[in-house]
Structure formats: structure tokens, C-alpha cells
């Protein structure tokens, strides 16, 4: 899912943990988790099984799932999937890592389960965790300027051959100085990417379910496609804000706090995933002007479900339009792209009346 195959690399490098990259998603783990998950389960659980599976299949003897509570399914995921694999014939051992908000006693059991006895003295835990973290927020750094560049780099390839470089300079880099040095060298290589400043460029905000949000398989790598029609993309979800602690999300550089203030004049609490901060992070895109705002969701999804009934209201209010994509194992690219063209069109045609407006000359388009 989106950076993570990089920071798990990190970590497994870290704790000398011996482990099995799974393959990256297709079509058949997509078919292997729907064949095996309950049909009106979420797409990230029957992707998740899916690549377990494969993951088994090619000689793990444990698996790793996130845990947690709260008003979503994801925390039942793991003894559901559990379950599905026994009933399959698999046997291996599933540690659950739970976050430290739902319990720093279960965080604690299941980061030692992870890197085993030896080395989970809490001093030696704690120093890793913390460079790993950092690790983290420069990769989803990287993912930001590539968002932010793509739609206005002067010559095609540039921003990509960027963020190939930055990220293997950030791979290499171990201790807290390395990993600070390998953040100069990645922003600087960012910075000399050329820039077409004479390209109109429109800006699109993207929010969402994460799993969606950051999996370009299943997004159908959105941001290239929005970069190479000329659109600054910014996202408001990131593997790093979220386990930031804190709630301080240095990458989408709004704080929990301010997230749902943003969203107050239409949700005020709580309702699982990620479903407030797409209404607040919807609010934010709007009231800085983006033209546009899209939405993932996997189909079934409840925390989004109830997010897509309050960006009716943000849209019409705040004048933004905000395209909901709803994603399951049926979604075919070529309609996302069409849909997608038309939000590009409607965009370009607001940008056109706003300019006519202020000019005082008739919108007629
Ligand atoms: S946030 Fe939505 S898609 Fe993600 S696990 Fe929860 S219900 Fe499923």
C-alpha cells in the first residue's frame, strides 16, 4: 500500500527481521481475496487475503496485520482473516499489531512478538522506532513533492527520475544523521526539477479511504494521471500522519484539531477510517481555493459512506466540486476515466466563468 513496502524494508532491516516481500497487487490477488472473503466485506479486507495467500504460498510462516477499535470494521479484520486462512488449510502464526491508542500494552506485546524478546528492550525499541519514523515522513515527503510537481514539470519524466533517486538515497540511509542528510539530498533534487511556469495548471484535492487513497493499483495511479493532464494534486492522507503520534500529521500539515474544525459546520465526531477527515480535509481544500476535490471509497466502506452524504453539502456550500469514486473488485479503469475527464472539463469551465466574471464580460462558455 502506497510507501509501505519501503518502510517495512526499513524495519525488517532494522530488527534483522528475515521476511517475504509480498508480490505487488493484480488482478489475481484481487481474485484469490474476493473467491475466499465475504462478498459485502470491504475491498482492502479482500485484497489483504489475497495477499496473504500469496504471501503463505511463497513460504511466510507469520503474518502481520494492523489491529485497532473504533466505529469501522478493520479491527475485526484480522481474526476474520484469521479464520478465512485456517478454514483454507493454512497454518501460520498472525501477530496483530495494535496502535498505541487503542492500548500501549498491546502495542508493546505486539511490536515484541515482531522483533522477538531479544530486542525489545524499550530503550533499543524506542531509538529505532523513532528513526524509522522519520524515515517515514521523508518517503511520504517525496510522495507529497511528486504530487505537487508532476502537473508542472517542464520536461516529461523529470519529477519521476526525482523520486527514484530520492527514495534510493532514503533507503540507504540508516541513522538519524543519514536519514537527515538523505532529506537534504531528496528535497534538493526536487527543487532543481524544471518547472513549466507558463502551463495553466489546475489544483485537485484528493481524500479519502487510505487504503485506496494510497494504493495506486487500486486508484488507478491517480496522481500520474491528474499530473500529466496538468493538475497540482494534493492529498490529505499519508502513511506518516497516521502514525504520527499526536494527531500532529506533519505531511498533510493540519492537525487532528484543525482537521475537525474544518469539517464542524457539517460533522462533529467521530466516524471511523478516515470518514471525518475527508470532510474536513474537503472544507480545507475548499476554502484555499482547489478546484476540485475527489473522493475514494471502497465499496461498502461506512466511515466514507457517511463522508459521501456530508460532501453533498460541503460542495454545495462551499462551491467546489467533489467527484465520489466508489472502488470495488468490479471497478474498470476506463470508467473512472471518463468520470474523471468530466471533472476535469467542469474544472476547467468554473476557472473560465470565474475569469469571465471578475472581467465583467457575459459567462456564456
Ligand atoms: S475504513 Fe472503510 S474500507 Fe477501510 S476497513 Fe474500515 S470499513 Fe473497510
Known amino acids: 500500500m502506497g510507501n509501505l513496502p519501503f518502510i517495512v524494508e526499513d524495519l525488517a532491516h532494522r530488527f534483522d527481521i528475515d521476511y517475504i516481500e509480498p508480490p505487488v497487487f493484480s488482478e489475481e490477488t484481487v481474485r484469490i481475496g474476493a473467491s475466499l472473503a465475504p462478498e459485502f466485506a470491504c475491498l482492502p479486507l479482500k485484497a489483504v487475503v489475497g495477499t496473504f495467500v500469496q504471501a503463505l ?39 496483530v499489531l495494535d496502535p498505541p491508542s487503542t492500548s500501549l500494552k498491546a502495542a508493546y506485546s505486539g511490536l515484541r512478538g515482531i522483533v522477538g524478546p531479544d530486542v525489545a528492550r524499550l530503550g533499543t525499541l524506542v531509538r529505532e522506532l523513532k528513526r524509522a519514523l522519520a524515515k517515514v515522513v521523508v518517503f511520504d515527503e517525496i510522495e507529497k513533492w511528486v504530487l505537487a510537481l508532476k502537473g508542472r514539470e517542464a520536461e516529461e519524466g523529470s519529477v519521476a527520475r526525482a523520486a527514484e533517486e530520492a527514495r534510493q538515497v532514503t533507503s540507504a ?21 524544471p518547472l513549466d511556469d507558463n502551463r495553466q495548471h489546475m489544483r485537485f484535492g484528493l481524500v479519502g479511504e487510505i487504503f485506496v487513497v494510497l494504493e495506486p493499483y487500486f486508484n488507478f495511479d491517480i496522481g500520474n494521471w491528474l499530473g500529466k493532464r496538468g493538475v497540482v494534486v494534493e492529498r490529505c492522507v499519508h502513511i506518516a500522519d497516521t502514525v504520527y503520534p499526536g494527531g500532529r500529521n506533519p505531511i498533510f500539515g493540519y492537525s487532528d484539531r484543525q482537521v475537525a474544525r474544518a469539517a464542524s459546520p457539517y460533522l462533529t465526531h467521530e466516524v471511523g477510517g478516515d470518514g471525518l477527515l475527508s470532510v474536513g480535509a474537503t472544507a480545507i481544500f475548499a476554502s484555499r481555493g482547489f478546484d476540485a476535490v475527489i473522493h475514494f471509497l471502497p465499496f461498502t466502506c461506512m466511515p466514507e459512506v457517511i463522508a459521501k452524504s456530508v460532501l453533498f453539502r460541503v460542495s454545495e456550500e462551499m462551491g467546489i466540486p467533489v467527484l465520489s469514486l466508489t472502488i470495488d473488485e468490479q471497478t474498470g479503469r476506463a470508467g473512472i476515466e471518463t468520470r474523471m475527464e468530466a471533472l476535469l472539463d467542469l474544472a476547467r469551465s468554473r476557472r473560465r466563468r470565474a475569469c469571465r466574471e471578475v472581467a465583467g464580460l457575459s459567462v456564456a462558455t
Not at 479484520?77 to 501460520?92: D, P, T, V
Not at 536519514?179 to 526539477?193: C, D
Open 57 to 95: 504460498e511463497a513460504g511466510a510462516d507469520t503474518l502481520l496485520m494492523g489491529g485497532g477499535s473504533g466505529p469501522c470494521r478493520f479491527g475485526y479484520y484480522a481474526e476474520l482473516q484469521r479464520r478465512i486462512l485456517e478454514k483454507e488449510g493454512y497454518r501460520f502464526n498472525l501477530i
Open 173 to 193: 540511509a540508516f541513522t538519524g544523521k543519514e536519514i537527515r542528510r538523505a532529506r537534504r539530498e531528496a528535497q534538493l533534487l526536487f527543487e532543481e526539477v
